[in-house]
């Protein structure tokens, strides 16, 4: 399994845009780099995924560099209900076959007003 | 349509008594994970069904843990012999593609 090294935390003002690096040096060919947030006392929420380069959704962006080895999470002008732990994800291929993956200890994010 | 559901979601016990944690995954879902997640710590992986093949058991902590799917569809999460250090939040994917969805979770709380 490809081990993931994110942040522990950050701080932002809102309205800015925030950006998450997480690093996984040694990804797998099959890999895909997923996003999760969590809020306090709910389960984790799908954000977004990607393979390489850029991928944009309404909510988010990732950055992926041609090497894979991390990624970006791109969160543009934040609001106080961003404040979330996000986690960043690498495994988790479908190839129809079983996948483990690992969480890891996330990026608590605190947006202050 | 409905997402994953978990019960109950809150569950106090004392030591040394048995819990069953249940999991209603999405219709259709064929991977579940288990997962535990301490007070303020990321998720820890416990076990995942992935159809009919043989569970990935390699997250559960001790052989106090087990966990079940039957038909394929609802899980259950058996912890035998509470200890104190078994109290935190359990929480149950199912995934479709590439994305899990999670349920609530399910507290629990060891006295």
């Known amino acids: 399994l490809a081990k993931t090294t994110q942040p522990i935390s950050m701080d932002s003002y809102e309205g800015q845009e925030v950006n998450i690096t997480c690093s996984h040096n040694?990804?797998?060919?099959?890999?895909?780099i997923t996003w999760y947030q969590q809020f306090p006392s709910q389960g984790p929420r799908f954000i977004i995924q990607?393979?390489?380069t850029k991928v944009t959704n309404e909510v988010a962006s990732l950055f992926i560099p041609a090497d894979r080895k991390s990624s970006t999470l791109s969160l543009p002008r934040v609001s106080l209900s961003d404040t979330a732990v996000y986690y960043c994800?690498?495994?988790?291929?479908?190839?129809?076959?079983?996948?483990?993956?690992?969480f890891g200890t996330g990026t608590k994010l605190q947006v202050i007003p | 349509g409905a997402g994953v559901s978990q019960s109950p979601s809150n569950k106090v016990t004392e030591k040394g008594k048995d819990v069953e944690l249940r999991c209603d995954p999405i219709?259709?879902?064929?991977?579940l994970y288990w997962y535990r997640q301490s007070l303020g710590q990321g998720l820890e992986f416990l076990i995942y069904?992935?159809?009919?093949?043989?569970?990935?058991k390699s997250g559960l902590p001790s052989d106090r843990f087990s966990a079940e799917r039957t038909g394929g569809s609802v899980s259950t999460l058996t912890i035998q012999r509470t200890q104190q250090e078994d109290s935190a939040v359990y929480l149950c994917?199912?995934?479709?593609?590439?994305?899990?969805?999670f349920g609530p979770g399910t507290r629990l709380t060891v006295t």
């Open positions: 994917a199912s995934r479709w593609s590439h994305e899990q969805y």
């Open positions: 040694n990804i797998a060919t099959n890999d895909y």
């Open positions: 990607g393979y390489k």
């Open positions: 994800l690498v495994g988790d291929n479908y190839s129809g076959g079983y996948q483990k993956v690992t």
């Open positions: 219709s259709g879902h064929t991977a």
């Open positions: 069904f992935q159809g009919n093949s043989a569970p990935d």
